[in-house]
Every structure is written in C-alpha cells, then in structure tokens.
C-alpha cells in the first residue's frame, strides 16, 4: 500500500498538539531539526496526518511540501497509524535464506491483514521490516519492541497470543 | 570496595536480549542474594560475545567459562554448582572445541581460537554502560594521548601508516580522506559517523554501538582533532534502539568527565557530538545522501566532486568513516600503527569484522585477521553448514555485493582478492547459501531490495534496476529467453557506468557475479524451465514415485488443494494443474516417496 496518502481523520488532543510545540520550540533554530521533529511527533501522534505536517511546517516555517516529502521518502514515517500491536517481521538476507516468507503468510492469514495494513479493530498492523541486525537469530519477527527470533511457522501462533 | 572474587558476563547484545538476557541478570541477582554471594560475586551487562547463534550467552571469570543456551531456570545450578562449589556445570559448556574437556574457557573454543578481536575488543567484556570500565581498557588513553603528546599531522600520519581503510564498504584509505579535510581551509568542519548500517545481513556496527559505544565517540573526538573540527555527528538507524540508548548514555558520560564538551583534558581544543536518527531509508548510507539527510531533508544523494571532505555537511569540510573504522582508531593510537599493520595483507592491513549468517551453524560476529582464507571462516570458525547440506557460495557485500561460489573457497579474504574474483568486501556481510538456494532467486531478492530503496532521483538506477527486476521475475516464472541474460548484462553496464551514487552503480553486482558463476542455473531456468535448486516455486512439480507410495492417504488429507487423489493401499497421484506447491505433502510423507524437481 502506497503511503502517501492519510485516510484515517486527525483526532489529536490539545495535550498532544501542546507537546508538539514544545518540540518544534526546541528545534526551530537547530540546523537540520525538521527530522528530529517529525520523528517525535510521530512519537506523540502515532502518525503523521497532514493536520500534523501542517503543525510541522508552520512551526518551523517550511513549505508544507517539504514536509510531506520527507514524510513519504523515508519508511519510517507513517501517513496512516499503526495497530497497537505493530507486528514487523525482517526482510534481512539472513532472514530470506532462512524462510520468513512462511512466517509472513502465516501472521497475515492469522490475523486478516495483508502487509503494510491494520486489522479492522485497529489491534494489529503487519509490515515487513529492512533487516534489524538480529541475522544470528534468523528468521526475525517483532511485535512493537519485542523481538522473537529462531521462528518457525509452528511459533506464530504462541507468539500472535501473547498479545490479546 | 568489596573484594570480587567471580565475575558473571551476560551477552546483552540484541541477540541475547531477545532470547532472554534480561531474565537471565534478574536470576543471577536473586540467586546470588539467596546465596551470600552478591557481595564477592559480580553480574555485569556486556555486549555482543559474537555467537548470536548459541544465545543467551555467559561467561564465568576467572575461569573464563563459557555457557550456551542458558536460561533463568539453568541460573541457580550455575551458582549452586559453579560458583559456590566450584564446579562448572559441564552441561551447558560450549562445546564446539575438538576436545570438548578443554573447552572451558572462551578463547580456546573452535569459534574464538582464531579470532583477533580489536574493532570487537570490548565487545563482550565491558558495560557498555559505565565508562569506568571502558577507562579500566584504556579508555580515552588514545585521546589523552594524541591531545597532549600530538600534533593534528602525526594523528593523520599515524592513521595513514596503519593502513586503515574504510570498513563501511568502498576501502578508502582512513588517513588521506583525514587528510583531505585537513587539508580544507575553513573554521567549522565536521567529524562524522556513519551508523546507519543498512546492509542486510550485516550487523558488526549495531554491535560495536551497543557493546563499546565510547570507543567510537573517543575515536570521532580524535578525528576532529586531527582535521580540526569542533563539531560531530553520529548518524544511526532508528531500527536500533539499543544502540540509541547506549549511545546516549555514553555521550552523557562522557561529557560529565569531561571527554566531550569545552577545553577537554585542560587543552584548549573543544569538541562535542550530536546524535541523528535515520528514518529508515538505505540509500541514507551513502555519505552524501547521509549528509542531506542530517540537513534535515529527503535523503537523496549529490553529485561527487565536490567531495565532502571539500564540501560536506551544511556546504563545509566533512570526513565521514563509519562505525567499524572508527573502533580501529583508538587501538591504533594506543598501540602503534605497525602493530595494527603487522596484521593483515599488503593492500589490506588490520582485521575486517564479518558477520555470518545464512545456513551456517554459528551465526553470529568474527573478526580475523585480513588474509583468512574464505574456508577457515566457514569451515573452522563458522562450524560449517548445517543438517549435512553442501555448501554452495557464500554472498557478501549485501545488495551492492557478490555471490563467491564454492570453487573459489580458498580465496583469503581481503579488499584486493574480493575485487579480483568480482565481488566485494562490502560492510561484512556474509551470508552462506547451501545447495537448496536459488542463485537466480537471491539475486532477484537482491534487486527487489534496491528497487525498493532506490531514491529516484536519477533514471538508470530507477528505472533499469526495476527492468533488471522484471527480468529476472519473468526468469523464476519460467518465462525467460536466452535473450534476456543478454538484456541483464547489457542493462547492468549501463547503470553501472550511469547511476549517480553508490547505490545504483552497484545495484547489478548481485546479478552479474551469479550471472558469471552460476550461469548455468540461470539457463536451467530459461532453457529446461527447471529450478535445480527446487526453490523457484513456478518451476517445482512435486510427483509420487509409485514403487514407493504404500497409498497412506496421508499425502491426500494433509493437501490443502485436495490436488492428491487414489484408492487406499495402492499409489496415489498429484493432480499438477490443483497443486499450489507448498510442499506439505513431502513433509508429511513417511515413507520418502514424493520428490521435487
């Protein structure tokens, strides 16, 4: 799925929108601060709606289009937010070589959702993910910052119901 | 201070943590309390050991006793055995060593005996998270040196007679690119690293960030001394937390003694390191694009010259040298750039760190001497390829790299010889691939990954890779005609001598070295529409060979296209046209009857 386009509606919150400006506060006059800002209010939001990167702009006084483009050049900006459960697993060469293809199909036929997509209750997303340095334990899946390694297709289920 | 009589070393590298370092401390602590121990014996948080493959990893000292697989529940024998009685629990000793008795301590086992760990010295030895240990290893004695007995030029000339080259990929030589920025007139230049390390596969940085984090920033203090910047950057993955947060630590550290900040050691020279995070875009570790990207822009690469040490970051003097280079500098300082040169190779001095991955029985971080013959490293080091499979190459360099066929195995490893056979040093990855991978298949893994990273900007990169990529898709699909190996070499020269930065220029190095050593799967796959690797899935049949088959039935429940049909006890038939290939049948088949091919 292309991300370059946000179709879920902003719902930030005034506390949310408060730390933001705090960011951009500090950043404003650091050089090459845009990014450092972008990756916390991603922290903050979840995402980056373009209410957001409208925020973003203003508070650093950059065209918006600069912005939305780094947004969508670089994969770890999401135009769209993530499952509570950000299910990733690696796409390393050690990975491949390994087998997580089988991994893959196995979490997306579990769960529903295709890769780079959220389960309609918003509890899981699915990406596949630039290797993660952890070739030793290939293959490698990660649920938010838990890393599971050694998988089998067998595992995905004990590890899929540690996360309800 | 109490007197420690017993260290405990938990491996809290990523492989580790991940297979329950953390439960594994958390242990040792109870158990040590419950015991009486926790005043004589010591648990400590170490970085990467390098044998991700047999984690959690912990090694006992003195003794030096090194135990694999263990886990919390192992913990109180370990104490109750070990180190209250004494006796190690033979158990869980690493045995890979020839003779398994001898083998208790680390550096005698098969994995470790060759090794020369001087980027990785550290690793696995200290807390990376409390510079008094990195002190106690002659920590920031490199740096006092070089401010108070050196001038800049004899930091540069030292550095340039070790022979330190680049360990990010391209091998330039360390000193001429210092330097080339010393070189540069200006009051602001800049010192900087590059971590963010992006080849798959590759994973030495991560290590080096997470179990020795000050040695980098130790070795940047002493590289803006010697070009004469006051300012640094450390660009690394957002993919790596751990390494982020040591790195922050470290860098608090530091400034609180005094390392990093305003007139450090009481000289008048200053300097200080700010951390920036990719966002996750490979091509970032080209050094221009990494360079924009600190900019705070979309990381696309420039035009090279100017070179950045002419002009880099914010348009002034700029040397980038990535991680592992970095982690050479201080031992080189400390102990003399003949003693690092001493090591190695003509062209190639010191030690590379390699990370092995792939179908090899001891994943995991190696650092040996340049010159080690590829076999020493997969046979000896490496433990061989597991469940009995031939070895068929190994791939190095990662998507800008190559794969080394089985035929060139006693090639020693060093930047010359890999140029030589057509393949590169690259980062240090090592993927070893047995006989059941598809060279066709990595390589159109390889370019789907450079497609996917490709920044756009100019055309031979964006558009001829994809066609590389079509191509070798139409391949695997069984499609292809012997014209299109010829499309694939002429495209690869193009968008070698056409693409605009490393990433492209590189891009078709997979595709032309198995084009060039495993040509004739490539033909299998055009010509007889046949994967002989059975691993393209397009090209699989799966049949049941009669003489065989008891007519179990097993075959036909286990199916999920209801593709297998027959009569009980007399021999069943797949139906091609239902069969999806996924080849549960064979797994399920007792009696080896059903084949692939």
């Known amino acids: 799925m292309p991300n370059t386009k946000t179709v879920v509606p902003y719902s930030g919150t005034p506390e949310q929108e408060a730390q933001l400006k705090a960011v951009i506060a500090e950043y404003k006059d650091v050089p090459g601060g845009t990014m450092p800002v972008m990756q916390q209010a991603q922290e903050i939001f979840g995402y980056l709606p373009e209410e957001v990167q409208i925020m973003i702009a203003e508070g650093m006084g950059i065209p918006l289009e600069e912005v939305y483009g780094i947004s969508t050049f670089y994969s770890l900006y999401n135009l769209n937010p993530k499952g509570q459960y950000k299910i990733t697993v690696c796409l390393g060469t050690a990975c491949y070589v390994k087998g997580y293809q089988a991994i893959l199909d196995k979490i997306v036929a579990r769960l529903g959702c295709p890769v780079g997509s959220i389960s309609k209750d918003g509890k899981y997303s699915v990406d596949a993910t630039r290797c993660v340095g952890a070739c030793g334990l290939a293959p490698v899946m990660m649920v938010n910052d838990d890393v599971y390694g050694r998988m089998t297709p067998d595992q995905v289920d004990d590890v899929l119901a540690k996360y309800k | 201070m109490n007197f420690v009589r017993a260290h405990v070393l938990v491996c809290t590298g990523t492989g580790c943590s991940s297979a329950g370092a953390e439960g594994i401390i958390s242990a040792f602590e109870d158990q040590l309390k419950k015991n009486g121990l926790d005043e004589e014996v010591r648990v400590v948080k170490t970085g990467c050991l390098g044998l991700c493959a047999k984690g959690p990893n912990v090694v006992v000292y003195p003794e030096g006793v090194y135990y694999n697989y263990v886990s919390a529940e192992d913990v109180p024998e370990i104490v109750e055995e070990h180190l209250l009685k004494g006796r190690p629990v033979t158990r869980l000793i690493h045995g890979d060593a020839e003779d398994a008795s001898k083998a208790t301590n680390l550096t005698d086992t098969a994995f470790y005996k060759d090794q020369v760990r001087i980027a990785l010295r550290n690793c696995g030895v200290i807390n990376p998270e409390d510079i008094d240990e990195y002190i106690a290893y002659d920590g920031y004695a490199a740096l006092a040196k070089v401010l108070t007995e050196m001038t800049p030029q004899q930091v540069i000339d030292e550095i340039k007679a070790s022979g330190l080259k680049g360990r990010g990929g391209a091998g330039f030589p360390t000193g001429l690119k210092w330097q080339f920025a010393a070189n540069s007139p200006g009051p602001v230049k800049y010192a900087c690293c590059n971590a963010d390390e992006g080849d798959p596969g590759a994973f030495m940085d991560r290590s080096v960030l997470e179990g020795d984090p000050h040695s980098v920033l130790e070795a940047m203090t002493i590289a803006g001394y010697a070009i004469g910047a006051t300012e640094g950057y450390i660009y690394v993955r957002a993919e790596y937390p751990i390494a982020v947060e040591r790195l922050k630590k470290a860098l608090e550290q530091s400034h609180e003694y005094g390392f990093l900040g305003k007139n450090i050691f009481g000289t008048d020279f200053s300097f200080d390191i700010g951390i920036r995070l990719g966002s996750g875009a490979f091509v970032c570790g080209e050094e221009t694009a990494l360079m924009v990207s600190i900019e705070g822009k979309r990381g696309e690469p420039r035009c090279r010259p100017p070179y950045p040490a002419v002009k880099g970051l914010f348009g002034k003097p700029t040397i980038l040298n990535n991680v592992e280079t970095y982690a050479n500098v201080c031992w080189i300082i400390n102990h003399g750039a003949e003693a690092y040169a001493a090591l190695g190779t003509e062209g190639s001095k010191g030690t590379k760190v390699f990370a092995l991955g792939g179908k090899i029985n001891n994943t995991g971080l190696v650092e040996i001497p340049m010159g080690t013959p590829l076999r020493q490293i997969i046979e000896e080091i490496g433990g061989g ?38 393949a590169m040093m690259g980062s240090g990855g090592m993927i070893v691939l047995d006989e059941d991978d598809c060279m066709v298949d990595i390589a159109k893994f390889f370019l789907q990954f450079t497609v996917d990273e490709s920044c756009g900007k100019c055309s031979p990169c964006r558009i001829g890779i994809k066609r590389m990529y079509d191509i070798l898709d139409r391949i695997t699909a069984g499609k292809g005609t012997l014209e299109d190996l010829d499309t694939l070499e002429e495209l690869a020269a193009h968008i070698k001598g056409n693409a605009l930065c490393g990433l492209g220029q590189t891009a078709p190095n997979p595709v032309l070295s198995t084009l060039k050593n495993f040509k004739d799967e490539y033909v299998a796959h055009v010509v007889e529409k046949r994967c002989p690797a ?41 139906d091609q046209s239902k069969c999806i290939k996924c080849g549960s049948c064979m797994e399920k088949c007792k009696f080896g009857a059903i084949s692939k091919g």
């Open chain 2, 385 to 422: 390829v597991p469940n009995g499979k031939k070895f068929k190459a190994v791939q190095t360099g990662g998507p800008s790299g190559a794969c080394i066929p089985a035929s060139q195995i006693d090639v020693p490893i060093d930047y010359e010889n890999l140029t030589r056979i057509g």
């Open chain 2, 534 to 574: 059975g691993s393209c899935k397009a090209l699989l049949n799966y049949t049941i060979d009669p003489a065989k088959c008891k007519g179990c039935s097993a075959c036909s429940r286990v199916c999920p296209a209801d593709a297998i049909s027959g009569v009980v006890r007399s021999p069943f038939v797949i």
